[in-house]
């Protein structure tokens, strides 16, 4: 997969084994949208998609009712998952993630490990994790709403035991994305920027090196920065990536939403159909996830005409 989208890890072995977790003393209660499910249109409809992706056609896809969170977990969430149970993660048990170059904390140069081949803007920075998503020296106390990132996939599933709740299947996240809308391209239409509005939370400027969005640098945005689409979910495109519960490849679980990286110039995977992947215990400074879970289909009786 492309390193653009996420670099994964080599192989190596993490420098501790995983904690034994400790029996939750809390649950959050997040914001969530429950759908009704039905049959939708999923796939690439302006055939944009690129073939390693495998978006496929268009096809008709039928789903049960499910919740999903209308915002990806913050630091707040998980820094209340990780306060009750004990949970350490893959980037702390390694003891190293991935940092966007220009976000590399002041006085964090002599703790980058190397840069990735064929990425160069992403650097192995050695204490980078979700407490410290810039790597020593950052933190994520001031940035409570903001989504969690240096997340792998595990991690993701140890909060969603904790809460109760489970990650989307891609299908089930994608229906979400569109918010009851048949065949856009973005949540909220075909054309990116419509009026010259900023939408999402992507790349502005020329990547990698010059960000010229009104944000004023690139990173993270609020949670619920940006209109939500139909169904009530903020930042389907954008933001950060998402985890979602089913295998992209043999080793490769999919990834949906694109991030604050994403640019036209060399990936559009911020489209609502695009698709990306990497390993499962991979974490990297734009990744994230939103959790979903079942509920019971509504008994006939009780459905009104």
């Known amino acids: 997969m492309t390193a653009c989208c996420g670099p994964a890890r080599d192989g190596q072995p993490p420098l501790r084994p995983a904690a034994a977790p400790r029996a939750a003393t809390a649950r959050l209660e997040r914001a969530q949208v429950t759908l009704p499910g039905g049959t939708f249109l999923m796939g690439d409809h302006f055939a ?18 499910f919740a999903i969170d209308t915002t990806a977990v913050t630091n707040a969430d998980f820094a209340a998952f990780a306060d009750a149970t004990g ?68 991690d993701a599933l140890a909060y969603c035991a904790w809460a109760g709740t489970r990650l ?13 809308a ?10 990116l920027a419509p009026g010259g509005r900023e939408m999402c939370n992507i790349w502005q400027g020329h990547f990698p090196h010059r960000y010229t969005g009104a944000r004023g640098r690139p990173g993270t945005a609020p949670v619920t920065a940006y209109e939500p689409n139909g169904f009530g979910l903020y930042n389907t495109s954008g933001n950060v990536w998402e985890w979602c519960a089913d295998w992209f490849a043999p080793g490769r679980k999919v990834i949906r939403g694109g991030s604050y990286l994403c640019h036209a110039s060399y990936c559009n995977r911020y489209r609502v159909a695009a698709r990306s992947a990497n390993t499962p215990d991979s974490s990297t400074g734009h990744g994230g996830f939103r959790c979903a879970r079942d509920v ?10």
């Open 296 to 305: 019971a289909p509504v008994p006939m009786e009780g459905r009104h005409p």
């Open 48 to 65: 944009e998609g690129y073939h390693a992706d495998a978006e496929g056609l268009v096809r008709e896809v039928a789903l049960p009712p």
């Open 87 to 154: 949970h350490v993660t893959d980037a702390e048990r390694y003891g190293s993630s991935y940092v966007f170059h220009l976000l590399l904390a002041p006085g964090a140069e002599r703790h980058v490990l190397g840069r990735v081949p064929g990425a160069p803007w992403w650097l192995g920075v050695a204490g980078a994790s979700w407490r410290a998503p810039e790597g020593p020296g950052s933190g994520a106390e001031d940035r409570p709403d903001h989504p969690v990132v240096h997340i792998s996939h595990d």
């Open 182 to 191: 048949t065949g856009r391209r973005y949540p909220w239409g075909d054309e």
């Open 168 to 180: 989307p299947t891609e299908a089930e996240w994608e229906y979400a994305a569109r918010g009851g």
